[in-house]
T-cell receptor, first 113, second 113 residues
Framework: SQQGEEDPQALSIQEGENATMNCSYKTSINNLQWYRQNSGRGLVHLILIRSNEREKHSGRLRVTLDTSKKSSSLLITASRAADTASYFCATDAQIQGAQKLVFGQGTRLTINP | DGGITQSPKYLFRKEGQNVTLSCEQNLNHDAMYWYRQDPGQGLRLIYYSQIVNDFQKGDIAEGYSVSREKKESFPLTVTSAQKNPTAFYLC????????????FGAGSRLTVL
């Protein structure tokens, strides 16, 4: 089963609104990361939050981490049409004796002009 | 500019043929990875290599093979034993042992005719 599961699978909002995506995971983690993927392209790293951090900001991005609930959220404020992409969470954890980065299934975000 | 180059971007293969996807990086990164991406399933790890002349199987290695003869290069061969090879293939590298942050190539889309 997936280590990271994202919600919602798809999100469509108007330009200027805020977009929130959620990620849940199953095991203890070292850190959690968010990546962005434009259609047909590779992933680009956005932000990393360590297991001892609760919130982190980068520009219009705000990430929260709740290790007691094993969940994270990514907030994009004042969305723009160029934010249209898929967003993936990835958990960095020890799984079966090896350190692994495991990706969720992604949230497909559409910003309507 | 430093980065990861994947080629070809699009590849068509007849059933029963082996194909090799190229991945070259000039980031001086030690670790390199191959992921497979199918619609709605996120990224799944095929193979990874921490150092030259060494590599390990990921979660879905069956039907694939790799080599790591040079630090810069990590080619992936999709063999005829891979039952359902049509997918988007992503190569990535990691430079810092302390944080498992990946840099991705632009991807190669393989279609079996």
């Amino acid at each position: 089963s997936q280590q990271g599961e994202e919600d919602p699978q798809a999100l469509s909002i108007q330009e200027g609104e805020n977009a929130t995506m959620n990620c849940s995971y199953k095991t203890s983690i070292n850190n959690l990361q968010w990546y962005r993927q434009n259609s047909g392209r590779g992933l680009v790293h956005l932000i990393l939050i360590r297991s001892n951090e609760r919130e982190k900001h980068s520009g219009r991005l705000r990430v929260t981490l709740d290790t007691s609930k094993k969940s994270s959220s990514l907030l994009i404020t004042a969305s723009r049409a160029a934010d249209t992409a898929s967003y993936f969470c990835a958990t960095d954890a020890q799984i079966q004796g090896a350190q692994k980065l495991v990706f969720g299934q992604g949230t497909r975000l559409t910003i309507n002009p | 500019d430093g980065g990861i180059t994947q080629s070809p971007k699009y590849l068509f293969r007849k059933e029963g043929q082996n194909v090799t996807l190229s991945c070259e990086q000039n980031l001086n990164h030690d670790a390199m990875y191959w992921y497979r991406q199918d619609p709605g399933q996120g990224l799944r790890l095929i193979y990874y290599s921490q150092i030259v002349n060494d590599f390990q199987k990921g979660d879905i290695a069956e039907g694939y093979s790799v080599s790591r003869e040079k630090k810069e290069s990590f080619p992936l061969t999709v063999t005829s034993a891979q039952k359902n090879p049509t997918a988007f293939y992503l190569c990535a590298s990691r430079g810092y042992p302390g944080a498992n942050v990946l840099t991705f190539g632009a991807g190669s889309r393989l279609t079996v005719l």
